[in-house]
């Protein structure tokens, strides 16, 4: 099982993404969060073929396509975040945080 903790930014809505793969690499996902279209996102996933999710472009993704149909804001990490999880829960990447530096 892996577990990836997101703060989004300005929105504040921290979300937690669960993501368990089976031997038959089908991800199952549960998302936690404050933010009701990412809560959204949590009910439209539910289970999703690993493979399925990371052979296709970015825009074909199951995670992506959800993502949309929830109308999550563009900009927003935790679709990223959910594949990220999904790669390492798979063995496919190895655990690693990410990080975005905002200047002006």
Known sequence: MTKADV???ICGF???VTCEVDDAYQATIVI???CAH???LSQELGEVSVLGELRVPINETAVYRAAAICRLHAACPVP???LKAIEVSAGLALPADV???IET
Request: glycine fraction near 6%.
């Open 7 to 9: 703060n989004p930014g």
């Open 14 to 16: 921290a979300t937690t």
């Open 32 to 34: 936690e969060s404050q």
């Open 38 to 40: 990412v809560a959204k």
């Open 80 to 82: 990223s975040a959910i």
């Open 99 to 101: 990080h975005v530096s």
